[in-house]
Nanobody
Framework: QVQLVESGGGLVQAGGSLRLSCAAS????????LGWFRQAPGKEREFVAA????????WYQDSVKGRFTISRDNAKNMVYLQMNSLNPEDTAVYYC???????????????WGQGTQVTVSS
């Protein structure tokens, strides 16, 4: 079955950086986009960034543009989220997800990981 396993979360000071990783397995993802969502306590899950497995087309939430970079390594079946200039508002559980199409809407993503906690201290 499909598995998405996130890693790389942790505690970082404001202004710092983290790189999240997502290991994808269980199917061919050539028709899929792999994305990152996040959910802060008491808030809805929100889109962060996504990348097409084939072609590498990327799209971002406006608040992370210029700070976060999504990338993939097709040979390793890995997706990464490099997060720079982190601020406390970025604190959330970050989820890796896979879905068909070019979407930023969570219900259109079919597969989800368990999440990794990112905490940014002020």
């Amino acid at each position: 079955q499909v598995q998405l396993v996130e890693s790389g979360g942790g505690l970082v000071q404001a202004g710092g950086s983290l790189r999240l990783s997502c290991a994808a397995s269980g199917r061919t993802f050539s028709r899929y986009a792999l994305g990152w969502f996040r959910q802060a306590p008491g808030k809805e899950r929100e889109f962060v960034a996504a990348i097409r497995w084939s072609g590498g087309d990327v799209w971002y939430q406006d608040s992370v543009k210029g700070r976060f970079t999504i990338s993939r390594d097709n040979a390793k079946n890995m997706v990464y989220l490099q997060m720079n200039s982190l601020n406390p508002e970025d604190t959330a559980v970050y989820y890796c997800a896979a879905g068909l199409g070019r979407s930023s809407w969570a219900p259109e993503f079919d597969y989800w990981g368990q999440g990794t906690q990112v905490t940014v201290s002020s």
